[in-house]
């Protein structure tokens, strides 16, 4: 089973380009998450998504954008990258609840902003 | 406000001692989920134990345990015989009934010395 998985592992940006990081699940969960670690910090919650077509923001949103058009994927979009947003971004999911309430993780994308 | 409060931020214990992490948690909500999570030194997040509200019952696995306790919203895990694989950074997490959003403590890094 693959699981969570996220791509790419790493990335470089300069100052004020662009990118997506890509997240895909096959466990046909309808919850998706967002977070970053900055670093010796905990998760922050960047947006989520209950089912496709459906998102939201959660605490630190800005200058990020997410889209959810199928249930596998749950890109995340950062648009003008500032040295902010360094960080190592997490995509979770999780199954409806009543079936399993944990968060399954993806290993991680470690981003750095220069 | 902080609904996750882990206030130790780093331990060092030496291998086979006993230690105690603590996580504090604010909830208005009667029906929730508190959750231990583990982060080796390889960056992936490992999931450890999962407590409803309604279960105070303390819970071993094996070198771990988890003390629930509703009247001081505390849910603090403990490793007996601690080894160097048990270094890590451990984080606690709630989520409430909505179960939209997983709050996540800032971490609690553990180092054990051989």
């Known amino acids: 089973n693959a699981g969570v998985t996220q791509t790419p592992k790493f990335r470089i940006l300069k100052i004020g380009q662009s990118m997506t990081l890509q997240c895909t699940q096959d466990m046909n969960h309808n919850y998706m998450y967002w977070y970053r670690q900055d670093p010796g910090m905990g998760l922050k919650l960047i947006y989520y998504?209950?089912?496709?077509?459906?998102?939201d923001k959660g605490e630190v949103p800005n200058g990020y954008n997410v889209s959810r058009s199928t249930t596998e994927d749950f890109p995340l979009r950062l648009e003008l990258a500032a040295p902010s947003q360094t960080s190592v971004y997490f995509c979770a999911s999780r199954p409806d609840q009543g079936v399993d309430e944990k968060l399954f993780f993806g290993s991680g994308t470690q981003l750095s902003v220069l | 406000a902080q609904k996750v409060t882990q206030v130790q931020t780093e331990i060092s214990v030496v291998e086979k001692e006993d230690v105690t992490l603590d996580c504090v948690y604010e909830?208005?909500?009667?029906?929730?989920?508190l959750f231990w999570y583990k982060q080796p030194p390889s960056g992936e997040l490992v999931f450890l134990i999962r407590r409803n509200s309604f279960d105070e019952q303390n819970e071993i696995s094996g070198r771990y345990s988890w003390n629930f306790q509703k009247s001081t919203s505390s849910f603090n895990f403990t490793i007996t015989a601690s080894q160097v694989v048990d270094s890590a950074v451990y984080f606690c997490?709630?989520?409430?009934?909505?179960?939209?959003?997983?709050?996540f403590g800032s971490g609690t890094k553990l180092n054990v010395k051989p």
């Open positions: 997490a709630l989520v409430e009934y909505n179960f939209n959003k997983f709050y």
């Open positions: 909830t208005r909500d009667t029906t929730y989920y």
């Open positions: 998504s209950v089912g496709a077509g459906i998102t």
